[in-house]
């Protein structure tokens, strides 16, 4: 369908209900910004400057901290612009590049933890065949491999959304470009679409769902069946930060995309959450139960702050 559009350039309303309160949004949006950039930047140094680290599981962890540091930069820079007292509008191409960047990096950390979630399988399961199976080669196809999905859905999705003719409104009722309230602001029936955009949405999520739940199970009965006690303590310690991550990245998804009746409130508070939180806690979670992180993470801080060694 040849693009109709006559909309140059759309108005972000930001936040409902949230009148009179954006100094405080500001602040608050702004430092959990700040945090979020600092503490994944920090594991990345961790994890390059420690040659211990240097291992299938810290290498995707590696990219999980890379995309965690973009995922809120789609959304929070254009928000905290238009907090700090500057126009709302957005030009037509930049909510484009909105839409895709959110759906490609969200996408991709989907696949990305389905991707954890079966290192996690293969060095629990067959741990004397792990360093075999998890060679370089395959880390890097499966790198580049979530990526390149990632890249397919966010780009169908964008497509999907933007084929349609947008000739006014103009105003978005929402904090950033997404499909629900572009779909809103669309000059034509939109019904199968939003249809077809659900059934991907959800099923994208869903498949790496049960993919996970299908390793961790196995996972599972392996760590019963290790006789020692401090191994299998060691097992779940590496696995529970692993489990927690996961579902503070797909609870959200569960409850914006997948809910019977809309509710624009609730959505936007979530969708912050999962942008800005959930990329803040990522390192915290890491880190907080793993000792050679931990260790890695102080050499970084005393080679920035040039504090002794203890």
């Not at 349609?164 to 572009?182: A, N, R």
């Not at 299908?214 to 779940?236: D, K, V």
């Not at 939180?277 to 970084?300: G, Q």
Request: aromatic content about 14%.
């Amino acid at each position: 369908m040849r693009n109709r559009s006559v909309v140059t350039e759309f108005v972000l309303l930001g936040i409902p209900n949230t009148e009179g309160l954006e100094t405080m949004l500001f602040i608050l949006f702004l430092s959990l910004y700040i945090f979020t950039l600092m503490g994944n930047l920090l594991i990345l140094l961790a994890i390059i400057s420690s040659t211990r680290l240097h291992t299938p599981m810290y290498f995707f962890l590696c990219k999980l901290s890379i995309f965690d540091i973009f995922f809120p930069s789609v959304s929070s820079p254009k928000m905290l612009f238009y907090l700090s007292g500057n126009s709302r509008a957005i030009s037509y191409a930049g909510c484009v590049s909105q839409l895709f960047f959110y759906h490609f990096l969200g996408c991709t950390e989907c696949f990305l933890y389905t991707v954890m979630a079966y290192d996690r399988f293969v060095a629990i399961c067959y741990p004397l065949r792990y360093t075999i199976i998890m060679n370089h080669r395959v880390c890097a196809i499966l790198a580049a491999g979530t990526s390149f999905f990632g890249c397919i859905q966010a780009t169908f999705l964008t497509t999907l959304t933007f084929q349609l003719p947008y000739c006014g409104p103009s105003e978005v009722d929402y904090y950033f470009c997404d499909i629900p309230v572009m779909l809103k602001l669309a000059c034509a029936d939109t019904s199968a679409l939003e249809m077809v955009g659900f059934i991907s949405v959800g099923l994208m999520p869903l498949s790496c769902f049960l993919i996970i739940l299908t390793s961790y199970s196995c996972i599972i009965c392996s760590i019963l069946q290790i006789r020692s006690a401090e191994g299998r303590r060691r097992a779940f310690s590496t696995c529970s930060a692993h489990l927690t991550a996961i579902l503070l990245s797909f609870m959200p998804v569960v409850l914006i995309y997948l809910q019977p009746t809309p509710n624009p409130w609730l959505n936007a508070t979530v969708q912050v959450l999962n942008n800005l939180v959930t990329p803040m806690l990522n390192p915290l979670i890491y880190s907080l139960r793993n000792k050679e992180v931990k260790y890695s993470l102080r050499k970084v801080l005393q080679q920035v702050t040039f504090l002794p060694e203890k």
